[in-house]
């Protein structure tokens, strides 16, 4: 099997909630998420002279040679995807995260490979639903080349990645961001600096029940309340999919730990 390694830009979208859309309605959950990918996300992703590596079941895999390119076309499907969810009960929407990373990467036919690939879907499960997250690389790439306004939101350690991962978030225009606090200073033209943002995670409930297939029930809630938590502005959401590692942590200290 030939391998080749080139520098990507890596976009890694999925469905918040799949799970808990999926169980309410398998078969239009599936037939809503066909369409979107079908009639915008493959258009999008062609225009932009990406290509689809692979689907995910409840996402997909993305790469282009321009990390313009790739973030033009994040921000393009999810502005696309708020109109198209318009008309869509909340409970019934599907609504993509996106993570974006430039990398080196190891690629085959149908899949790519490699830290740069672990990073992007990292901040995929970061993100919030309809929301962008790019790495402080590609950041650095398109902040003077694209008029899209980002959110710093800080250094975060994720899972598998050794080292700090710089996180910053695409605001849609019009959205406000995060408040700011001044600093008190004897110089009258001192910055003001951004106040923390509070960062919570809810961590997966536990099955107290002797029925083990009673265990569906505690995850979809955990699913549920991180994404309805997740729509509640400025509060920074870690993902459901952070939160499962957890599971098998003796306590609440664990999750707390840098």
């Keep these: 099997m030939s391998q080749a390694r080139r520098l990507a830009a890596i976009l890694a979208a999925d469905v918040a909630g799949y799970s808990r ?5 398998e078969e239009g959950t599936h037939e809503r998420l066909q369409a979107h990918l079908q009639e915008l996300v493959s258009p999008k992703v062609a225009e932009h002279r990406g290509r689809i590596v692979k689907n995910t079941g409840d996402g997909f895999l993305a790469e282009f040679a321009s990390v313009v390119d790739g973030v033009r076309c994040a921000v393009e499907v999810q502005r696309r995807m708020g109109q198209r969810n318009a008309a869509t009960p909340a409970e019934q929407r599907i609504e993509f995260r996106i993570g974006i990373n430039l990398g080196d990467v190891i690629a085959e036919e149908h899949d790519i490979f490699g830290d ?3 990073v992007a879907a990292r901040l995929e499960g970061l993100a919030e639903p309809g929301g962008v997250l790019v790495s402080n690389t ?4 398109v902040r003077d080349r694209l008029s899209f306004a980002f959110e710093d939101l800080g250094d975060h350690q994720v899972k598998n990645i050794a080292r700090l991962v710089r996180v910053y978030a695409w605001r849609p225009e019009g959205q406000a961001g995060v408040p700011t606090a001044s600093v008190t200073s004897s110089s009258p033209t001192s ?3 951004a106040a923390p943002r509070l960062s919570i995670v809810v961590l997966p409930f536990a099955n107290l029940s ?10 979809r809630i955990t699913e549920d309340l ?3 938590l997740s729509r509640l502005a400025p509060m920074f959401v870690i993902s459901g999919s952070t939160a499962f590692t957890y599971r098998k942590q003796a306590s609440r200290h664990e999750a707390n730990r840098p």
């Design 226 to 228: 991180t994404t309805d």
């Design 210 to 219: 002797t029925d083990p297939d009673q265990q569906y029930f505690a995850d």
């Design 191 to 193: 910055p003001a600096v």
């Design 116 to 118: 740069g690939v672990n």
């Design 138 to 141: 590609v950041h650095d790439h």
């Design 21 to 25: 859309l999926m169980g309410a309605d």
